[in-house]
């Protein structure tokens, strides 16, 4: 049996960190690691378990591996969620482990590649508790222009809709000396954006710090050199205090762009999903006020238990008022061992849809006036690939990778991936802009 070890990777770009993890430690022992499931006997499927379409995607991918006769090892939320019904489902999986258990991936595969042992091999913590694993090199599976820096893992929320705590245990932060030598690798091999992650980066520090301390971390990360872009996702609404505005407003290096699911504008629908209730169109009017040019992106949940046509409307209301730049819109999910998963009043299937739809729809149109607004304006880009044809892939700081728009450039010289350069627009979509590089 050959050494390479293939990986699948499922779910958010937290759980991306960790699939680079487990192949930085699988490198480090010399093991080959490959995105072609083709060339290896043994599969790392990392799963995601945040909703059951992901659930659905992540068992795809274990029965496909099973059924081209390859080994797998699961990894991830999936076997922390179900842990032995998975392993009844699915008996051909050779391991599982835990989302706090990755560092048990090395022995675990070695155990495998022992053909003389065909016991199932299972690591899953009772209680997870994530602590990133700081003496591991990533083996980054993308290596562009941009790279994602996990600040933190675990939650102390309980939202209504959500198993994360239960599968992540405890928030969990790094020290800001370890992040800020990650982002210094990085950098010396060519990442001109990083983007901080955690399942809430406005918490980050709480727990070794004893305070909120993302400005602080802010505040080191922009002394470092040859780092362009600096940009914050995934940002608790009530944790958004003066300093920390502040720090995105006056650091030149941080964007000005800041992730902040909402999930609802109905007080009540809050209460429900235990979010915090306050006024979200001060909180928007602040940060546009403290934050000249900022981008604003949020995300909603519509369908939630109990949610009322008068409900949904305020909703409606509130994105026609507050013109978010950015904005995902996401169906109910109902989800065991979740608050909500036994409240009452349900919402139908059919009219989740159709509050979803028209939400977008909304969006949409906001979207398409927001981008024609850029039309004769220059904008800061950071160029991500080069078609074959010539036109340049770039993302403008603006926009988020992966979940945002992109910005198609010309150019009268050579640009790199990774370089930042100014685009004059001029032309736009719905999601898109279209220019020419200064």
Not at 133 to 162: F, L, W
Not at 166 to 172: C, S, T, V
Not at 198 to 221: H, M, N, V
Not at 241 to 262: F, G, H, M, R, S
Request: one cysteine or more; hydrophobic letters at 35%; charged letters at 25%.
């Amino acid at each position: 049996m050959n050494r390479k070890i293939a990986l699948i990777n499922h779910g958010c770009a937290k759980n991306l960190v960790d699939s680079e993890l487990m192949l930085g430690m699988l490198a480090q022992r010399g093991y080959e690691v490959t995105l072609d499931d083709n060339d290896a006997d043994i599969v790392i499927v990392n799963t995601c378990s945040f909703i059951h379409d992901a659930e659905q995607e992540s068992v795809q991918s274990i029965l496909q591996m099973v059924n081209n006769g390859k080994k797998v090892i699961v990894t991830g939320c999936l076997p922390q969620k179900h842990k032995d019904d998975l392993k009844k489902a699915i008996p051909e999986v050779c391991a599982m482990i835990g989302t706090s258990d990755l560092k048990e991936i090395v022995p675990i595969v070695e155990r495998v590649l022992n053909e003389q042992e065909n016991e199932y091999i299972s690591k899953i913590s009772e209680q997870p508790e994530y602590v990133y694993p700081e003496s591991v090199k990533r083996q980054q599976i993308t290596m562009g222009a941009s790279s994602y820096i996990k600040i933190a893992d675990g939650c102390n929320y309980h939202c209504g809709y959500c198993i994360i705590p239960q599968l992540r245990g405890a928030y969990h932060s790094r020290t800001i000396e370890n992040i800020l030598e990650e982002v210094k690798e990085l950098v010396s091999k060519g990442v001109t954006e990083i983007v901080l992650i955690a399942q809430d980066t406005t918490s980050y520090g709480i727990d070794i710090y004893g305070k909120p301390s993302l400005a602080s971390l802010l505040e080191e990360l922009n002394k470092v050199d040859g780092l362009g872009w600096i940009r914050i996702m995934y940002a608790y609404p009530s944790q958004l205090n003066d300093e920390l505005i502040n720090a995105i407003a006056k650091l030149d290096k941080v964007v000005k762009y800041i992730d902040i699911p909402l999930q609802h504008f109905d007080a009540d629908i809050l209460k429900a999903m235990r979010r915090p209730v306050f006024d979200y169109d001060l909180l928007i009017k602040k940060l546009r006020d403290k934050i000249p040019g900022v981008a604003i992106r949020t995300a909603f949940i519509v369908g939630y238990p109990g949610e009322t046509e008068e409900s949904f409307k305020k909703l409606y209301d509130f994105v026609k008022r507050a013109r978010f730049d950015r904005m995902g819109v996401f169906e109910y999910s109902r989800e065991k061992n979740t608050t909500s998963y036994s409240m009452e009043h349900q919402v139908p299937k059919k009219l989740k849809h159709k509050r979803y739809k028209e939400l977008m729809a909304l969006q949409q149109q906001i979207s398409y006036e927001i981008n024609q607004g850029y039309i004769g304006k220059t904008l800061p880009c950071i160029v991500e690939g080069i078609t074959d044809d010539g036109v340049i892939i770039m993302r403008s700081c603006h926009d988020a990778p992966e979940i945002d728009g992109l910005v198609y450039a010309k150019a009268d010289r050579p640009v790199v991936p990774g370089d930042i350069e100014d685009v004059l627009v001029d032309n736009a979509d719905e999601y898109d802009l279209f220019g020419k590089i200064q």
